[in-house]
């Protein structure tokens, strides 16, 4: 059965601040990774995105950093906002005898305080 | 439109009705995919289907049937589900599966709720 009281891990910054949120992942097949935000009652949104032959890449207001030597993701937020309180997942996408799947990291809740 | 919806909104059912998800997407993507959220939990994958075919069910019991009309739709047949599959489920959907670099699009899920 689920656990009672299972809580995320969480993030609190104060707005304006940057964020960084970290993601381990297990495949070191993955070839591709997505970060998504779901607010809450809403679905997964697309962030950004990063391709195993980058270590780098960069949006507005976010960046994600690919070391897959030690096998982690993560997604730096410049001065955050009220409006990026969420919960961010990481997800990479895996290869199986039958195709691609994405498969979700544990998440990580952000709360932005003024 | 990059749009995938899904309906209902909420659903609130007994353990002996039977029910159904509905999802749909317009945005010729040819891969469609099922995962179920719990509180506090990241999306499960379920099923997947790739060019209305199902190509992975990830041991889901029988009481959860997939079905793919055509290349925009998906529904989710519900029957006798137990309390326990209260959860968010959501629908989403990308070009390919074959492809690496596919960025998958969700709904807003469905909120059911088994009494």
């Known amino acids: 059965g689920e656990s009672v009281g299972l809580h995320l891990p969480t993030l609190s910054v104060q707005e304006g601040d940057n964020s960084i949120i970290n993601c381990a992942y297990s495949?070191?097949?993955?070839?591709?990774f997505i970060w998504y935000k779901q607010e809450s009652g809403k679905g997964p949104q697309f962030i950004i995105d990063?391709?195993?032959?980058?270590d780098k890449r960069q949006g507005q207001r976010v960046t994600v950093l690919l070391n897959k030597t030690v096998k982690h993701l993560s997604l730096q937020i410049a001065a955050t906002q009220p409006g990026d309180s969420a919960v961010y997942f990481c997800?990479?996408?895996?290869?199986?005898?039958?195709?691609?799947?994405?498969?979700f990291g544990k998440g990580t809740s952000l709360l932005v305080t003024p | 439109d990059t749009e995938v919806t899904q309906t209902p909104k909420h659903l609130v059912m007994g353990m002996t009705n039977k029910k159904s998800l509905k999802c749909e997407q317009h945005?010729?993507?040819?891969?469609m995919y099922w995962y179920k959220q719990k509180a506090k939990k990241p999306p499960e994958l379920m099923f997947v289907?790739?060019?209305?075919?199902?190509?992975i069910n990830e041991s889901v019991p029988s009481r959860f049937s997939p079905e793919c009309p055509n290349s925009s739709l998906l529904n989710l047949h519900l029957h006798a589900l137990q309390p326990e599959d209260s959860a968010l489920y959501l629908c989403?959907?990308?070009?390919?599966?074959?492809?690496?670099?596919?960025?998958?699009?969700f709904g807003q899920g469905t909120r059911l709720t088994v009494v």
């Open positions: 989403a959907s990308s070009q390919e599966r074959s492809r690496a670099n596919t960025e998958a699009f």
């Open positions: 495949n070191s097949a993955s070839d591709y």
């Open positions: 945005m010729g993507h040819r891969a």
């Open positions: 289907y790739s060019y209305e075919k199902l190509s």
């Open positions: 990063i391709r195993s032959n980058m």
């Open positions: 997800a990479e996408n895996t290869n199986s005898n039958s195709g691609y799947a994405l498969n």
